[in-house]
């Protein structure tokens, strides 16, 4: 039995444009702004040789059926094979599930480098990557998360695509910044992503805001921009907006984790303790969490 683990920041969006329109799945993707912290997803694998293909998905301690993402990529790696093996994927996620935190994508990137290393198939980093992007593509969970999640930082990815095809900046000091968050529930990104009116509503802004912090790549811009969009793209639960007006009574920037019922703020490090403060009075009976970000992108443990 062979075995390999992998480690992959989580993710945070702020606002973002949809680029799915070429046929070509590698090259749809979008082009956003956001930000990797300090927790994610670990996974390992196990392999062994086998008379057919067999998939075990174990996430945060309990068998799952419902991991089509990861099942999407282990398929998609063992179709490089000609022998079949039994492939047993255990994910922990140490943040939010479905809440805007990229673990979909954070997911396939880890199984797919570590399957890559444990069945020995030579891939290089990059066409790893882009098996996981084609199965967020694929499974409509994601369209930029994998090409965010490999490059780590915060910053703006301004050329949509699969790693190696898209491309972005990346910000120089984010050693000094902080994120605080709070997380409700989820949010479906491929209901989503198949709402005419609400996809119509992330384009009309996304775009144009992906270059405006491109040409002034900073947080407090970030977090202005973000909230901007938030609040034009209209999706905010009635919990999440009590938050963020508290933060706004408060002085304190805020927005919307996308896609997620969640808020966040990126700031420095010396303010996060009192950003979190507000947080926890907006919303006592919630856990506030704070994190760093995380500059490193997904890779071999």
């Known amino acids: 039995m062979r ?18 329109q070429p046929d070509d ?45 990861t099942e999407n990529v282990v398929m998609r790696m063992l179709s490089k094979l000609e022998e079949a093996h039994r ?7 140490q943040t939010p599930m479905g809440a805007g935190f990229g673990s979909s994508g954070g997911g396939a ?5 570590a399957l890559n290393e444990a069945l020995g198939l030579g891939l290089s980093y990059v066409e790893a990557a882009r098996v996981a992007h084609l199965a967020e593509i694929e499974c409509k969970t994601g369209l930029g998360t994998v090409f965010a999640v490999t490059a780590g930082g915060f910053g703006v990815l ?14 120089g000091r984010s050693d000094d910044l902080a994120a605080v968050y709070i997380a ?13 009116a609400l996809r119509r509503r992330i384009n009309e802004l996304g775009g144009r805001f992906v270059d405006e912090i491109k040409r002034d790549l900073n947080p407090s811009r970030f977090m202005e921009l973000s909230r901007r969009f938030t609040d034009y793209v209209g999706i ?7 938050v963020m007006d508290k933060a706004d009574e408060a002085g304190v920037p805020s927005t919307m984790a996308m896609f997620g019922e969640a808020v966040f703020s990126l700031v420095s490090k010396e303010d996060a303790p009192t950003v979190a403060g507000v947080y926890r009075e907006a919303a006592p009976d919630h856990e506030v969490h704070m994190a760093s ?8 443990l």
Not at 87 to 93: C, D, L, Q, W
Not at 236 to 242: E, L
Request: aromatic share 6%.
């Open 293 to 300: 970000v995380e500059e490193r992108g997904a890779r071999l």
């Open 3 to 20: 075995r390999a683990s992998a480690y992959a920041p989580g993710h945070l969006t702020g606002f973002f444009q949809i680029c799915d």
């Open 236 to 242: 905010a639960t009635p919990r999440m907006r009590a």
């Open 25 to 69: 799945p590698l090259m749809k993707g979008s082009r956003g702004a956001g930000f990797s912290i300090d927790r994610g997803v670990h996974t390992t694998v196990q392999v062994e040789a086998s008379d057919r293909d067999a998939i075990t998905v174990i996430m945060d301690g309990a068998v799952t059926g419902e991991a089509v993402v």
């Open 184 to 196: 409700f529930g989820p949010i479906s990104t491929s209901e989503a992503l198949s709402d005419p």
């Open 109 to 113: 990137i880890t199984v797919a480098l």
């Open 87 to 93: 492939v047993e994927v255990t994910h922990e996620i």
């Open 158 to 171: 301004y050329k949509p695509g699969a790693p190696g095809i898209g491309e972005a900046l990346k910000y």
